[in-house]
């Protein structure tokens, strides 16, 4: 992890050598143009720092190894109010 702020609800996270990348050398891009690719990370990360901040959080990848950079790195901040208000909790669906 490069930074996380408590306070703020958001990180930025690194990571190199990403097994995502790895698929991607060996058995090349899957589109026409460069682009990130680390969604399971992205998912992972989102979900884990959900439970850690006890708030939704969203993450994104701002740089992909796959482009030639020297590593992934991914932003997480928590999901906009207004997207969050229009979802409903877990137990909200349960109910139903």
Known sequence: MVSVSLTRNR???RCYDSF???VTHEYGQL???PQV???LLRGFFAAYLSVIFEKEII???MV????GAGYCEFLT???PKKLSL???TRAQRIKQ
């Open 11 to 13: 990180a930025k996270i």
């Open 20 to 22: 995502q990348v790895a």
């Open 31 to 33: 589109y026409r143009s």
């Open 37 to 39: 690719i680390c969604d």
């Open 59 to 61: 993450c994104e990848e």
């Open 64 to 67: 992909c190894q796959s482009t």
């Open 77 to 79: 901040l928590p999901l």
């Open 86 to 88: 229009r979802r409903k």
